[in-house]
Every structure is written in C-alpha cells, then in structure tokens.
T-cell receptor
Framework: AQSVSQHNHHVILSEAASLELGCNYS??????LFWYVQYPGQHLQLLLK??????LVKGIKGFEAEFIKSKFSFNLRKPSVQWSDTAEYFC???????????FGGGTRLMVKP | ETGVTQSPTHLIKTRGQQVTLRCSSQ?????VSWYQQALGQGPQFIFQ???????GRGNFPPRFSGLQFPNYSSELNVNALELDDSALYLC?????????????FGPGTRLTVT
C-alpha cells in the first residue's frame, strides 16, 4: 500500500530563515506528488505539484520542491520564510492504481516575527 | 475561498446513530473525493465519485457510503457511528481526473461521536 511520511511534525523558525520540510513516499510505480498548505482558519490549498519533467518544481509564494526518484523524496523548500508562512503543510502522493490521494501526517510550521 | 461548501459545520452524534454530511462542489467539477482527518493527522482518503459513480475507495468499511448528484452536490453517509469516527470530514472537488487536476477543498464538517 502507498504511504507518505513527513519527518517533522513541528518546526519553529525565525523570519528570514530557510525552510526544508521532508517528505518520503513508498510506492514503486508512477506517482504524482503534491504539497498542500492549510493556513490558520482556511481551507487546504495547493502549493505545488509534480507530474513529470523537471524534478525541481516551483509553486506559489516562493515555495519549491525537488523530486528525487532514487530517494523516493519530495522535499519542500523556501529560501527565506515570512511570518505569513505559519501554517500546516501536507505532502501527498497520487497513484492511478487506486485513484486515491494519500497524505502525510502534516508538518506544523510556526514562523516567529 | 474555493467555491466548495460543506454542511453542517459541526455535528454531534451518539454512537450507533447514522449521519449524512453534504458537500457542494465547484460548478463544472465532475469529481468529488471525501477525506477523514483525525486530530493531529493528515487527511485519509475515503472514496471518490466521478460522474455519480464510485471511482476509488480507501480502507474504510462499507458503513461509509456516498452519493454524487448531477447538480455537483454529494453526500457522505456513515452508519452505526463509532467513537473513532470523530474527525473532520473534508470533501474536495476537481474538474476531472484527480491525478493531474488540483483538488479544491471545502472547510470541512467536524463530527463528534459521543
């Protein structure tokens, strides 16, 4: 069965610090990968997605993620975080075999001003 | 705002009862997926409907069932409620195939089973 794991449950950073959130998936076939974000009091929304091609994908608000097939990883990065990036971040993987999107457990990011 | 709405916002039920949760997808979205999000965890896929037919199912028992209607609305029904069913239930709609299309999430229904 497919699974997605996120290494950090809680991350606290100061503004301007660099961010990297880990995500690993366990599925040997073709997967499509996503990062979703949930800001306080808001709906889950898409940050970025990877289907094929350039393994470095750029999303909204300066976020990017790198797909490393050999490591089954899809880590999220941002060079300089802002207070407004405080949110919960979810990595997710989709495989056509089950038509299902599998989410990781989430990482709660707090950015101190 | 994503255009996806859910009702009710909160609900309290007793163990053994049945519950129906409702979702209104964005206009034109043929696919709706339902997720269960327990406290402190990521959303877990329950099932997906495409053009009113179930199109994929996660590891949930048959007492979780759904319906999708032609007017872009859908329902999640849960029979014989258990305490562990307490969670936030999310629906998400997409234009067509969810492997390539972004899913737009609603705000969720918080279900408490006592």
């Amino acid at each position: 069965a497919q699974s997605v794991s996120q290494h950090n449950h809680h991350v606290i950073l100061s503004e301007a610090a660099s961010l990297e959130l880990g995500c690993n998936y366990s599925y040997g076939g073709t997967v499509n990968l996503f990062w979703y974000v949930q800001y306080p009091g808001q709906h889950l929304q898409l940050l970025l997605k990877y289907f094929s091609g350039d393994p470095l994908v750029k999303g909204i608000k300066g976020f990017e993620a790198e797909f490393i097939k050999s490591k089954f990883s899809f880590n999220l990065r941002k060079p300089s975080v802002q207070w407004s990036d405080t949110a919960e971040y979810f990595c997710a993987a989709y495989n056509n075999a089950g038509n299902m999107l599998t989410f990781g457990g989430g990482t709660r990011l707090m950015v101190k001003p | 705002e994503t255009g996806v709405t859910q009702s009710p916002t909160h609900l309290i039920k007793t163990r053994g009862q049945q519950v129906t949760l409702r979702c209104s997808s964005q206009s034109g979205h043929n696919t709706v997926s339902w997720y269960q999000q327990a406290l402190g965890q990521g959303p877990q896929f329950i099932f997906q409907y495409y053009r009113e037919e179930e199109n994929g199912r996660g590891n949930f028992p048959p007492r979780f069932s759904g319906l999708q209607f032609p007017n872009y609305s859908s329902e999640l029904n849960v029979n014989a409620l258990e305490l562990d069913d307490s969670a936030l239930y999310l629906c998400a709609s997409s234009l067509a195939r969810t492997d390539t299309d972004e899913q737009y999430f609603g705000p969720g229904t918080r279900l408490t089973v006592t």
